[in-house]
């Protein structure tokens, strides 16, 4: 330690200019490259979360269509009424079955069984 204390201030400066200098690259090095996963964690995020949110309300809307188009069967009052409800029925349940088809992936994947 004697070799630090026989050293001129200029000289000690400069080491520790240096020395918190590659101190700063090598964080700054560890930051960038845990951004790209980061970015990718996002991305996956996105895709798994996000659009299962997406197809989740999906599927409230088709039911709640449902309910409604089943209630304005029962409240109507002629048969072309009845008869136009009725025949939105199957639609409506095939729309469903779709969005519930898109939305299984998002939620059971083969890492999570």
Do not use: C
Request: net charge positive; proline share 2%; hydrophobic share 45%.
């Amino acid at each position: 330690m004697q070799w630090i204390k026989d050293m001129k201030i200029w000289s000690k400066l400069m080491m520790a200019f240096l020395l918190i200098s590659t101190l700063m690259v090598g964080v700054g090095w560890v930051g960038v490259t845990n951004m790209g996963t980061m970015a990718d964690a996002d991305a996956r995020m996105y895709e798994v979360e996000m659009l299962g949110s997406n197809a989740v309300l999906k599927i409230d809307v088709d039911m709640l269509s449902i309910a409604r188009v089943e209630k304005n069967f029962l409240l109507s009052k002629s048969k072309e009424q009845r008869e136009r409800y009725a025949s939105r029925t199957p639609e409506l349940f095939s729309n469903l079955q779709k969005h519930v088809a898109e939305a299984k992936p998002r939620f059971f994947s083969e890492k999570g069984k």
